[in-house]
């Protein structure tokens, strides 16, 4: 029994084999709708299947414009290709058919051509309705006059309304234009910011250096910050103070400007000072003691106070014009 189940299975076995290797190179091709009714104008598609060997070189034959004297192809799309296996594939295809006759049309089929063979695909049959319209059989009158609402738009010329941004826009460059002449024309600049009061040489020092210290640089270890700041405020009161060019010049060439200047001869110990430690903390690098930096700021401080402009000396009775009596009397 169990030679005769084995004898069967080979049977099975080699007819599956054969029948398989007969069909392997057999080709099917089918055409299909989603509907067989179309409205008149409207579109379907028509979707295309062929199955065929995946080393086939056959080519489908899809005619250029139309399926049939009244149903055309509108559009073609793109081909997809699906790989089944076992030296198979499948290429799926539609095509986008419309029609502007009514009536019952029996579609052209689409063709494949392989090795000098030609299959053809199923034939179907497509209904086209055509669109209701009226008939004109009733025969209506004019409709009355209807009753627009009218805007302020509606009662302006056709060009104010065409052109009336253009025309709003060149107003207004012209007002700003005559404003800005107006301005200028009395030595005023309308687009200029306001002039601020320029700070006094003095009281930019003293707020300076009060800032610095208040950020308590020295206590945070940023010794050459704290100097290079120092000596630069005072670098900068003397060129608004005296107009030394303090900035460009050599801590000597400061010590010659100030000997050279009355004003600041006899202060000039303490900017001295402060330029002394400033030079050694930040080209010598040396670490100054907490009472240096008290000494060295007290010193800018005494420097600024002692050189800030003097107030206008009130004049005198005595600098005064003679009364009348005293010039008669004289």
């Known amino acids: 029994m169990n030679l005769v189940r084995h004898i069967r299975y080979l049977m ?14 057999v080709s099917s091709l089918k055409v299909s709708l989603d509907s067989a009714f179309l409205l008149m104008g409207r579109t379907t598609p028509l979707h295309i299947e062929l199955v065929t060997d995946e080393n086939s070189d056959g080519h489908l034959v899809i005619p250029r414009d139309s399926v049939c004297d009244k149903v055309e192809i509108l559009k073609y799309l793109t081909a997809d290709t699906t790989e089944l296996g076992s030296g198979r ?13 009514s009536g019952v049309y029996r579609l052209n089929p689409i063709l494949y051509v392989e090795k000098g063979e030609t299959i053809a695909s199923n034939r179907l049959v497509l209904k086209v309705y055509p669109v209701v319209v009226d008939s004109l059989e009733t025969i209506h009158d004019y409709a009355d006059v209807a009753d627009v609402d009218r805007s302020f738009i509606d009662y302006l010329p056709d060009f104010v309304v065409d052109y009336g941004l253009w025309i709003l826009a060149v107003i207004v460059v012209l007002a700003l234009g005559g404003f800005a002449f107006y ?3 009395k030595k005023k600049n ?8 320029p700070i006094p ?15 308590k640089l020295c206590e945070q270890g940023k010794e050459k910050e704290y100097y290079t700041r120092l000596s630069d405020i005072l670098r900068i009161y003397l060129n608004g103070r005296f ?11 400061i010590r010659r400007m100030l000997n050279a200047n009355e004003e600041t001869r006899l202060s000039k110990e303490n900017m001295e000072r402060v330029l002394e430690t400033a030079d050694f903390v930040k080209f010598a690098k040396v670490r100054p003691l907490p009472d240096d930096n008290v000494k060295a700021f007290n010193s800018a401080m005494q420097f600024v106070e002692d050189t800030k402009p003097r107030p206008a000396i009130a004049e005198t009775d005595d600098q005064q014009e003679p009364s009348k ?3 008669t009397k004289k």
């Open 325 to 327: 009596e005293e010039s």
């Open 183 to 185: 301005m200028m024309k």
């Open 190 to 197: 309308p687009f200029a910011a306001p002039a601020t009061k």
């Open 201 to 215: 040489p003095y009281e930019k020092a003293i707020g300076e250096l009060s800032r610095l210290r208040a950020e």
């Open 12 to 25: 099975l076995t080699a007819a599956f084999l054969l029948a398989a290797s007969a069909f392997a190179g």
């Open 89 to 101: 594939r499948e290429i799926k295809q539609d095509l986008v058919l419309q029609s502007f006759d």
């Open 243 to 253: 107009g030394i060019n303090a900035m460009e010049m050599t801590s000597t060439q």
